[in-house]
């Protein structure tokens, strides 16, 4: 079992950058695909990015390509993501999630596939 603990959202006016990092207790981390997803006031959760449980493979939304970066530390067990160039469209509670994987390159893109969850945390975009 994997326990998930989003932290670094924040305020921040548009054109700044937040970086967002998920903590994952248990010593299985590395066996697990990681995630991230977004949900605005009003609108349904939607994915972010994701990363494969080795690290060597990224996907990510067309919204946010270019301007975030998911990234992983296996021996951290930390999950960040870069947030560059913000809008307030990324205005949001972010969430991390994570699903056990048997490929080390597979990415998981969508919600219902994961299994564990944080808390979310806040972010907002000033303009």
């Known amino acids: 079992q994997v326990q998930l603990v989003e932290s670094g959202g924040g305020l921040v006016q548009v054109g700044g950058s937040l970086r967002l990092s998920c903590a994952a207790s248990?010593?299985?981390?590395?066996?697990?695909?990681m995630g991230w997803f977004r949900q605005a006031p009003g609108k349904e959760r939607e994915f972010v990015a994701a990363i494969s449980r080795s690290g060597d493979t990224t996907t990510y939304a067309d919204s946010v390509k270019g301007r975030f970066t998911i990234s992983r530390d296996n021996a951290a067990n930390t999950v960040p993501l870069q947030m560059n160039t913000l809008k307030p469209e990324d205005t949001a509670v972010y969430y991390c999630?994570?699903?056990?994987?048997?490929?080390?390159?597979?990415?998981?893109?969508?919600?219902?596939?994961?299994?564990?969850w944080g808390q979310g945390t806040q972010v907002t975009i000033s303009s």
């Open positions: 248990g010593r299985t981390f590395s066996s697990y695909a």
């Open positions: 999630a994570a699903r056990y994987a048997y490929s080390g390159s597979t990415t998981v893109t969508s919600m219902a596939a994961y299994n564990y």
